[in-house]
């Protein structure tokens, strides 16, 4: 397809990458990680008043894709009616805090990874190929604390100029989607400005971000959340695939 894509790159100064969804099939593995853990926690949770019915993929995409773990932990509870103390990001991964089913969900990532591995979308990498050829400064911006080893067993670790990960974010203080600012961070970091830069996303929450930080494109890839939904979010174009962008 080189030769037909829809965006002129040499328009803008930096494309901003989400990982899972959009580079990687990772958030299939996110997703099979969250369902086993809130399909045990809701199947043993005992209140009269909550919402405790089966765990679904429309849960995934409403309160939980592209979040940060904790945020999303928390946004599900909220819609279920539970309440439960916030706790510490210490807490061990068997404690019923939102920190501990946070971690739960993430030891359950990290099984799936080490067992498995993960292979980037074909077509992503071809972008990733068409991007570099041009001379453009990429950068990764992930609510997943796991980002740079799902980069690394990719083989995508050098492509980028910044990896704005979920630690990251929490090292600087940046909130995270869908408040702009770990886009806006990975701009600065690629030398750019959010006007005239490029955010790619697969995920409603992450799309809210591109189009609140103003930028001059935001891209929704359509792993699932639907091109209506995308594009309602503020995706200014909507993809299956990013080799089409080639």
Known sequence: MSGSSPVTWSTYDA???DLDGVLTPTAEV????WAEMFGAFLATWDDPDADTSSYTDDDYFAHVDGKPRYDGVRDLLTARGIRLPEGDPGDPPEQDTVCGLGN????????????DGVRPYPGSV???DHLHDVGMPLAVVSS???APAVLEAAGLADRFVSVVDGRVATDLGLPGKPAPDTFVHAARACGATPERSVVVEDAVSGVRAGAAGGFA???????GAGVDTLSRAGAHLVVDDLEELT
């Open 104 to 115: 739960r969900k993430n030891d359950a990532f990290n099984a799936v990874l080490a067992r």
């Open 30 to 33: 996110h997703m099979r990680a």
């Open 15 to 17: 494309v901003l990458f």
């Open 126 to 128: 071809a972008l990733l």
């Open 144 to 146: 997943s604390a796991n």
């Open 217 to 223: 494109l935001v891209i929704g890839v359509d792993r």
